[in-house]
């Protein structure tokens, strides 16, 4: 069974700072996900990554795959208050799509 | 055109009740998904169809029904619901292959139920 771990669950962040958010999975996987969720709001697609040294940026956002450890990382550069959300990660193997828990992260000024 | 149009976006509906929801997406996707999100929660996987067809069914009860008409369209019959099942369903599409170049999954807005 696919199953999905993200960690920290809660990060709490000042501004300008960098820090990292972690994404195991069980499975080998055909694409791994991150998305960004608003309070009250739908899910924002941020990156899709396929292929083993996949990596990605955005802004402040860059994400990372590791097909053989099975780890995505998501790392954030140089916070600002604009990136306080709930990120996920999802992987889908055979269109079997799971996410992770996510990580509430809030940033302080 | 990347958008998933869910609606309706809020329903309210009582125990005895029978309502849809809807789903609608013109990317040429062929995988089309139902999840159940409760607050501060991650999204649960509910159904799968894959070219039209159901081929994940997360054990969900049978008050829950999912219908693909056509590759477009997917709804969710909903009867007899409880207030546990009060909750934002979100539906999702992908495209069932690695095509180059466009491999998202692109979610609705999703329809905030509350059963009561």
């Known amino acids: 069974e696919l199953k999905v771990e993200q960690n920290p669950l809660f990060l709490s962040m000042q501004e300008g700072k960098n820090y990292t958010i972690y994404c195991n999975y069980s499975?080998?996987?055909?694409?791994l996900y991150w998305y960004r969720q608003d309070p009250g709001k739908s899910l924002e697609s941020l990156f899709v990554?396929?292929?083993?040294?996949a990596v990605k940026q955005e802004g402040r956002l860059m994400a990372s795959l590791d097909t053989k450890a099975r780890l995505s990382t998501l790392h954030i550069t140089a916070a600002v208050h604009d990136l306080s959300a709930t990120y996920f990660c999802?992987?889908?193997?055979?269109?079997?799509?799971?996410f992770g828990a996510g990580t509430r992260l809030t940033v302080k000024p | 055109d990347t958008e998933v149009t869910q609606t309706p976006k809020h329903l309210v509906m009582g125990m005895t009740n029978k309502k849809s929801l809807k789903c609608e997406q013109h990317?040429?996707?062929?995988?089309m998904y139902w999840y159940k999100q409760k607050a501060k929660k991650p999204p649960e996987l509910m159904f799968v169809?894959?070219?039209?067809?159901?081929?994940i069914n997360e054990s969900v009860p049978s008050r829950f029904s999912p219908e693909c008409p056509n590759s477009s369209l997917l709804n969710l019959h909903l009867h007899a619901l409880q207030p546990e099942d009060s909750a934002l369903y979100l539906c999702?599409?992908?495209?069932?292959?690695?095509?180059?170049?466009?491999?998202?999954?692109?979610f609705g807005q999703g329809t905030r139920l509350t059963v009561v």
């Open positions: 169809y894959s070219y039209e067809k159901l081929s």
């Open positions: 999802a992987v889908d193997r055979e269109g079997d799509m799971r």
């Open positions: 999702a599409s992908s495209p069932t292959e690695r095509v180059r170049g466009n491999t998202e999954a692109f």
């Open positions: 499975t080998t996987s055909d694409r």
């Open positions: 990317m040429g996707h062929r995988a």
């Open positions: 990554l396929l292929s083993n040294g």
